[in-house]
Nanobody
């Protein structure tokens, strides 16, 4: 069982930055593929970025060049650095861990981009 706890959300004006963190429990973090998803009101949850256990990264087109996903295996933590935020980035952001086709989810953290 893996427990995930997100932090770092909040209210930020357009053009601002936030860094989300997701701390995982247990001792298998280095074996996990990690990802960030988001869900805006009335929309489906969508993949924002992911990082495999060997460090390969993926970003959805709308965040390329603005968001950076990273992981610190020693701290069992994955990060999402979000720069140049836009109102359309407003959503609840969820941390996801995947191992052997089993998914684990955090509780979500709200990100609101508004002036």
């Amino acid at each position: 069982q893996v427990q995930l706890v997100e932090s770092g959300g909040g209210l930020v004006p357009p053009g601002g930055s936030l860094r989300l963190s997701c701390a995982a429990s247990g001792s298998i973090f280095s074996h996990l593929n990690m990802a960030w998803y988001r869900q805006a009101p009335g929309k489906q949850r969508e993949l924002v970025a992911d990082i495999t256990r060997d460090g390969t990264k993926y970003y959805r087109d709308s965040v390329k060049g603005r968001f950076t996903i990273s992981r610190d295996n020693a701290k069992s933590t994955v990060y999402l650095q979000m720069n140049s935020l836009k109102p359309e980035d407003t959503a609840v952001y969820y941390c996801n861990a995947n191992i052997m086709s089993t998914d684990y989810w955090g509780q979500g953290t709200q990100v609101t981009v508004s002036s």
